[in-house]
Structures are given as structure tokens and as C-alpha cells.
């Protein structure tokens, strides 16, 4: 697997596939891959004749007081599951060749505010930026995102048809563990108890689609079932839950689909999100 870490090298690695007519897509991450990213490069990989997968713990996403610094990373064992999955090369950039004394940034109003936008406050402004950076670089021709991120899903669709990127954004499923956790690479700081605990964000997702699957018509009732499983775990600290309009990120009163009910729960000192799409 050739991993590039030069934006020089990974555009003439494309312009060349683009003589040949390839199809191109981007697979962007931050690393630390594990079966959730695998199945987007698989996607990838039979939907593009090339796919650039790019490697890149970004530090303009990062507040002050958050895990820049300890945040996983593992470039040898990403290169091999990448080729696996069917990458074609990964794009792997040291901060100082994405970002020099730049001045320029994307920022968005009103669906970067809300969420873990609230919380998070310079964090889709770094999410924006850098992915348009990608955008720029690679100018693939698809663009894959797991529906994990669903506000990160979100924003980056309505990022792409305000700038006019001609690019096709795809969203890919959830993937979980056998018991039902999420797939996510902050997975790795958590102890074995609370490697438990954080089982009550999927068991409480479960539960409240299933009042609303059952009928029930206020979000207020099904947020509440949903916050009252997860504060009957002690290792558990909700930051939010939230059941949004899909296509805008706005809070309603009443189910209407389609809706995203999402939740950011930290157990013990990590930050875990989850969430449900319902269309």
C-alpha cells in the first residue's frame, strides 16, 4: 500500500488516474482505522475505479482542552487494512503540509450550532476546512462518510451543494459490534467496566425507536426514555440527546419522519456518539 504524504504527490498520482479516465473516490478519516472505516472503503471500491483513503489526525477540529495529543493513531496497521478493504493509496499529510500559517477557513452557520456544535464550538469550522482541503486535492469524484458522524454527514452535504463541489457525498451505515456498540477509534480508551457501560447509549437508541416504531408521537417522551436508560448507568454523563429534523438539524415537538435522534454521552472521561436515522 503506498502511502503519500505530499499534496504534490497525491494530485499527480490523480491527475494521472483522471487521464485514464478513472473514476475516483475519497474515503476522508482520521485514522486508527477499524471495521466502521472498512466499510466504506469496500463501498468505495466497487462504486470508483481508484479510491485515495486520506490518514489525517486534523488539528484544527480539536478544541483546547480536547485529545489531539493522545488521539489513536497507527499508520502501518491503516495501511494494511485499507488494502485490504481495496484502497489504492492513502494520503497520510504531516500538519505542516495541510496547514501553513493559513488564514482561510470554512465556517457555517445555524447546523454547526446545535448538536456537538454546542458543546464543540470551533470543531465543524475545522471539519469544514479540512475537508474541503480534501475536496481540492484529491477532486474525487465520490465522497464517503459514515452515518456515525450524522451531524458531520450532515453539514459536509450542505457544505458540497453551497460551494457547488462537484461531488457526489455518500452515506454509509452504522457499523457496530456484536453487542450493539458503536464502531469508533475512542473505543480504545475505555477500561472494561466502562467498555460496559457505554453499551447503555445503543440499548437506550434501541428503545426509543421502538416507542416511536409503537406510535408514540412526542420526542419529549421518547428523549426522556432514552436519557432515563443512560442516567441509570453511574459511569455514564450525558452531554446531549436530541431528536432533530433530518434534513435541517432543527428540533421538533412532534415525530416526523424524516428525523435523526442523536446523543453524545461521555463514559467516564470519553465522549461517545450514537444516533438513529429514521426516513
Known amino acids: 500500500m503506498k502511502i503519500v504524504k505530499t499534496v504534490d504527490e497525491i494530485r499527480a498520482i490523480v491527475k494521472a488516474w483522471k487521464k485514464e479516465g478513472l473514476s475516483v473516490g475519497l474515503v476522508p478519516t482520521m485514522g486508527y482505522l477499524h471495521e466502521g472505516h ?17 490518514d489525517f489526525v486534523n488539528p484544527t477540529q480539536f478544541g483546547p482542552n480536547e485529545d489531539f495529543e493522545s488521539y489513536p493513531r497507527d ?21 505542516d503540509e495541510m496547514y501553513q500559517d493559513a488564514l482561510t477557513f470554512i465556517d457555517m452557520n445555524k447546523i454547526t450550532k446545535v448538536l456537538c456544535g454546542k458543546t464543540r464550538p470551533i470543531h465543524f469550522s475545522g471539519v469544514c476546512t479540512v475537508v474541503g482541503k480534501l475536496f481540492n486535492i484529491v477532486a474525487p469524484d465520490r465522497a464517503y462518510f459514515g452515518q456515525k458522524d450524522a451531524q458531520q454527514l450532515c453539514v459536509i452535504k450542505k457544505m458540497v451543494k453551497d460551494l457547488n463541489f462537484d461531488i457526489e ?19 480504545t480508551y475505555l477500561n472494561k467496566e466502562e467498555r460496559q457501560a457505554a453499551l447503555c447509549l445503543s ?19 421518547v428523549v426522556n426514555r432514552i436519557k432515563g436508560i443512560i442516567e441509570s448507568e453511574p459511569l455514564a454523563r450525558i452531554d446531549y440527546v436530541e ?12 415525530v416526523k419522519t424524516p428525523l435523526l435522534c442523536a446523543m453524545a454521552v461521555y463514559i467516564g472521561k470519553t465522549r461517545l456518539i450514537d444516533n438513529f436515522i429514521m426516513e
Not at 472498512?38 to 486520506?54: H, P, Q, T
Not at 491503516?78 to 499529510?93: C, Y
Not at 431528536?243 to 412532534?254: R, S
Open 38 to 54: 472498512k466499510s466504506l472503503i469496500v463501498r468505495a471500491s466497487k462504486e470508483n475505479d481508484r479510491v485515495v483513503v486520506s
Open 75 to 95: 499508520i502501518d496497521a491503516d495501511a494494511v487494512l485499507a488494502q485490504d478493504a481495496g484502497a489504492s493509496v492513502i494520503f497520510n499529510p504531516e500538519a
Open 169 to 187: 457525498i455518500v452515506g454509509c451505515p452504522i457499523i457496530r459490534e456484536e453487542d450493539g456498540l458503536a464502531k469508533s477509534s475512542r473505543n
Open 203 to 221: 440499548k437506550s437508541l434501541c428503545e426509543g425507536k421502538k416507542l416511536i416504531e409503537n406510535g408514540e408521537t412526542s420526542t419529549e417522551k
Open 243 to 254: 431528536i432533530v429534523d433530518w434534513n435541517n438539524l432543527e428540533a421538533i415537538d412532534t
